[in-house]
């Protein structure tokens, strides 16, 4: 029985570990619709360096994510970096003025249904994964790396988030990058 139950889990750390697309990789367009009902475009942020974080609305990982992004979209955002957020938790659309105004989100925070997100990111629907994700692009529209859950982040957060950004800014814009979970 033990024997099963690790081959179990190490089953599910292969799907998990394996869920995103390869990058770098174009980033296809992506919709997300704000609470009064507008949309953005991913698209139309070309041309800057993006933080994408796909966040449940109920979820005290990403709420303390989208506090940490606030404070790089203060800091970032003179020198061409965009952070948007898109909530895909159910019921999201009910919780997301009340997510943006108790975080005192600074960024364009809306949401997203769960089909388009997994899709976006290259996850199965049948594949395991954590919130936050954070997804950085390139000025050019390249994703360059992916961070499923916030393992990466949980020792430093902010300075492993401006650490990341800071590749991007720079000429050159960090052509080789793999993907970290």
Do not use: W
Not at 111 to 134: C, D, H, K, S, W
Not at 154 to 175: C, F, M, S, T, W
């Amino acid at each position: 029985m033990r024997k099963l139950f690790l081959l179990t889990l190490l089953t599910l750390a292969s799907l998990a570990t394996s869920s995103f697309a390869v990058t770098p990789r174009k980033s296809p367009e992506f919709v997300i619709t704000m609470p009064d009902g507008s949309q953005k475009l991913l698209s139309a942020y070309r041309g800057k360096v993006v933080v994408m974080a796909f966040m449940f609305t109920t979820c005290p990982h990403c709420q303390k994510t989208a506090g940490v992004l606030a404070k790089v979209q203060t800091e970032y955002a003179a020198k061409g970096v965009q952070v948007l957020g898109a909530t895909f938790d159910d019921g999201a659309p009910l919780r997301i003025n009340e997510f943006n105004r108790s975080l005192g989100l600074n960024f364009p925070c809306g949401t997203a249904t769960r089909g388009p997100v997994l899709e976006y990111l290259g996850i199965a629907p049948n594949q395991p994964f954590f919130v936050p994700i954070l997804v950085f692009i390139d000025k050019t529209g390249m994703i360059r790396s992916e961070y499923i859950g916030d393992e990466h982040f949980l020792l430093d957060q902010e300075v492993n988030i401006r650490a990341e950004i800071d590749k991007y800014l720079k000429p050159g814009g960090a052509i080789t990058s793999v993907t970290k979970k």
